[in-house]
């Protein structure tokens, strides 16, 4: 028997596979865009109570503060939530938290309207 190890590949941290385009186009439907939309609010209600992220509260707090109500300094905060899982998607990146905080901050200004 051989004391030699075996060598195991182990991908760079942070990198993925390419994403794979699909053979056949999909037209997503209005629930789908609805699901969607619930999914990323449950994102914005689990961040603004978890401890990691206290800018997203603070954000809450501003647009609160601003007039906004609670449903819409919500859509905002899950505006840049929207854009930042499309851009880790798109360009095949891990979160980034420091351009993240920097929409945060940016807000009611959209991140599309950077």
Known sequence: MSSRKRKVHRPKYGSRPPM?????????????GR?????????????????????????YDRLRGMGF???EARRHI????????YEML?????????QYVARLERLPEMPWEE
């Open 20 to 32: 794979q385009r699909a053979e056949k186009s999909y037209e997503p439907s209005e629930a789908d």
């Open 35 to 59: 699901m969607v939309g619930n999914e990323i609010l449950k994102t914005v209600d689990a961040q603004l109570h978890a401890e990691e992220l206290p800018e997203v509260k603070a954000t």
């Open 69 to 71: 109500s609670d449903e």
């Open 78 to 85: 899950g505006a840049v939530v929207a854009t930042e899982i």
């Open 90 to 98: 798109k360009f095949n990146r891990l979160f980034d938290r420091k």
